[in-house]
Structures are given as C-alpha cells and as structure tokens.
C-alpha cells in the first residue's frame, strides 16, 4: 500500500465521494484505512466502568483502500504516487511533478 498514515487523501467513490481527510489508522490485513472525518457511523456504546454512562457516538469507520486517492494540497488535485530510488532509499515521488512526496507524518495516539 502506497498510503501512510498523515497523508492526505480524498475520497473517490461511495457516500462520502469529494471529501478529503487525513489518515489516522490503516489496517493491512484488510486493505482498509481510517480516515478523519470520512465514514461517520453511529455506535452504541454499552455502559461500563471505564465508561459508566455508555451511549451513542459517532466515529469513523474503515473504507477500503481502493476508494481513496493521495491528495497534493499545494495543486488541490489527486495524484498519483510512484516510488524512486534516491541515494540507495527508496522514496514516493508524486508521479504528476515528479516530486518527493515528504515524510512529515504525525504520529497520533
């Protein structure tokens, strides 16, 4: 999978077609990643004791890979990403200028 988490991706089909997010999880196995603010479900959420009150909340959902695209802010546009081969590491390179992608990822908890 080309995508990592803190990239920026819109998605290009289902419900939530046109809307961009940044990407907080991916799972591997299934080939889906979590992106925010994409995907809303509501949960129903079971009291207990870390929770005492329980409830109904809205998170995001998984969508499958396929669905979304790398997002360049500075062109505002999909694109395309490849990979290249600088000083013996291999980089992503934004496949439309040819640029490295950055590897400025945040991490969150």
Same mark, same amino acid.
């Given at each position: 999978?080309?995508?990592? +988490?803190?990239? #920026?991706? *819109?998605?290009? /089909?289902?419900? &939530?077609?046109?809307?961009?997010?940044?990407?907080? *999880?991916?799972?591997? !196995?299934?080939?889906? +990643?979590?992106?925010?603010?994409?995907?809303?479900?509501?949960?129903?959420?079971?009291?207990? *004791?870390?929770?005492? &009150?329980?409830?109904?909340?809205?998170?995001? /959902?998984?969508?499958?890979?396929? @669905?979304?695209?790398?997002?360049? #802010? !500075? /062109? !505002? $546009?999909? +694109?395309?990403?490849?990979?290249?081969? +600088?000083? %013996?590491?291999? =980089?992503?390179? @934004?496949?439309?200028? %040819?640029? /490295? =992608? &950055?590897?400025? $990822?945040?991490?969150? !908890?």
């Amino acid at each position: 999978m080309k995508l990592h +988490v803190g990239d #920026t991706v *819109q998605v290009i /089909a289902g419900s &939530d077609k046109g809307k961009t997010g940044e990407i907080i *999880q991916i799972l591997r !196995k299934e080939n889906r +990643v979590i992106v925010e603010g994409v995907n809303m479900v509501t949960k129903h959420i079971k009291p207990s *004791q870390a929770d005492p &009150d329980g409830g109904i909340v809205t998170r995001e /959902a998984p969508i499958h890979a396929s @669905n979304v695209a790398y997002y360049d #802010t !500075k /062109a !505002k $546009t999909t +694109v395309k990403i490849g990979y290249d081969f +600088v000083d %013996g590491k291999k =980089i992503r390179i @934004n496949k439309k200028t %040819g640029k /490295a =992608i &950055d590897k400025t $990822t945040k991490k969150k !908890k």
